[in-house]
């Protein structure tokens, strides 16, 4: 059985979606996986053969100003579910993300690239993939930008103001991937299912801005927005972010023979879902 923590949450639904039965779902109602005694009699009860944890504390700005939360559950989280894991011989695969690199690089990031991370959720991501370790068999999933059918996103906040408004400022200065949780769903299973161990880089392949997803986002859906540019210092968010975080997903391909769609790809398939779903 894979079990999947954090099943409430805009990843964890797509991956109970896609597993079927050989899953079981579980979230914060259930365990708390920033308690050492919840997570060891969850895991220890169910003795799943996988634990995805797509658990986190995933407001980046709201990590800034809670500091201690971020770190409990992001960080320490991660080993007790590593600990938990190792006990009942289970394989971890921890998610984890692109803001654990700087965004100096200017080329994609590979596996290997030394981590830098500029915000308190990216340190405590950071923490939970040294903390993942704990467990000898292990998967560090890295990815970006997600957006999907069960969470608050980019993609669901541009439609939104973009039906409100006929003129948006969106950033220009930060690239990435965006990354539709369906396709990070699928190459965890293919991670899983090749027998993969170690750290892996995972999204949909192609990059481009903030700015330059919001035109594709209008130009998809037909809306007529004039989207201006601006810069990250402009937007003056709490946290600090990468401002070029792609990620390198080759590894991804060799060793699970998982191939990425494009980004543009993912986001038509996504918004013809989007559709039929809200009909
Ligand atoms: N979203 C992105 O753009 C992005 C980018 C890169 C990496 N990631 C990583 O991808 C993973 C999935 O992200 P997501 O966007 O799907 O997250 P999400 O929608 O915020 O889901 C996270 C889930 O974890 C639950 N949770 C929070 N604290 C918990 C705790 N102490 N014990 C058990 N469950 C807890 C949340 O419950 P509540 O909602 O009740 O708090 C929620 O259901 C995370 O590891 C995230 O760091 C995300």
Redesign the pocket.
Known sequence: MILV????????QDLIALIGDRGHG???AD?????LE?VMKVIGGLKPEVVV???????VDGCESNPETAM???GE?VAYLAMACRETGALLV??????IFDGGKGTPYVEDDAPSPLSV?GES?LA?EMNAAICPEHVIV???????L????FVETMLRLGAEKDQLNVVDDQIGSP?W?MD?ARAIIALIDGGCRGTYHAANSGYCSWNGFAKAIFEETGLNVDVRPMTTTELNRPAKRPLYSTLECSKLTVDAGFHPQTWRDALRQYLKLRTSSHS
């Not at 069960?150 to 996103?153: D, I, R, S, W």
């Open positions: 923590v954090g099943a409430n949450g805009m990843l964890g579980v979230d914060i365990i708390d996986i920033a308690s919840s944890n797509c658990a986190a504390y995933t407001d409990a559950v992001n989280g921890q998610v984890s993300t692109d803001y959720y991501k939970g890295r990815t970006q930008w997600l957006y999907g069960h969470g608050n996103n990354t949780t990070l």
